[in-house]
């Protein structure tokens, strides 16, 4: 009986374990994304490591491709490391905490946001009806920094407003 007894103990145990589980994943799915081509970069290793855990109230989500992320539920800022860098542009380019980006607004209200002068690039897509883009590219900055520097904005806007739509420009330096 009293081999029965701890068995049962045991299977009860594996239930509840199993059943926490099964209700925690339910509340937020794994977000399917597709990886960038160069997303087995080891450098994109070093960033994935540091991303943060939330940003701002968005905790982070599970992903199921290399060298992103997702925060939100719904997801509201999207991240993906791996990209080819992108060349010289006319769209606005802004620094946030050492950290060069290119602003795409054509998604409005969400922002495509591409490091510039970063090899790998990376990008954040974000949601900016749920949160500024300033607070998703500040989070981020500090994985983002061990990405290798190989270029930076001519003249970015400083100023973190990522709302403006005055051209910042790029420029490749050695």
């Known amino acids: 009986m009293i081999t029965l007894t701890r068995m049962s103990r045991g299977f009860f145990a594996l239930a509840c374990v199993v059943g926490a589980s ?10 399917a994304l ?7 970069a080891p450098e994109c290793a070093e960033v994935t490591v540091r991303l943060p855990d939330a940003i701002e109230e968005l905790s982070l989500r599970t992903t199921d491709a290399q060298a992103t992320a997702a925060w939100g539920d719904p997801t509201a800022v999207v991240f993906t490391c ?16 050492a950290v060069d980006w290119i ?24 949601d900016t009806s749920r949160l500024s883009a300033d607070a ?13 520097k190989t270029g930076a904005c001519t003249a970015p ?6 709302d403006t739509s005055t051209p910042g420009g790029t420029e490749d330096t050695p």
Do not use: F, W
């Open 34 to 40: 597709n990886p960038a081509e160069n997303a087995n």
């Open 103 to 126: 602003v795409d607004d054509t998604d409005l209200p969400n922002l495509r946001l591409t490091t510039y002068g970063r090899t790998p690039a990376a990008q954040a897509y974000v």
């Open 157 to 162: 806007d400083t100023d973190t407003d990522t």
């Open 82 to 97: 791996g990209l080819t860098p992108p060349g010289p542009t006319t769209l606005q380019c802004v620094t946030i905490n």
């Open 136 to 148: 998703a590219l500040g989070a981020l900055a500090s994985a983002v920094q061990k990405l290798p």
């Open 22 to 31: 099964a209700a925690l994943a339910g509340c937020a799915p794994t977000v």
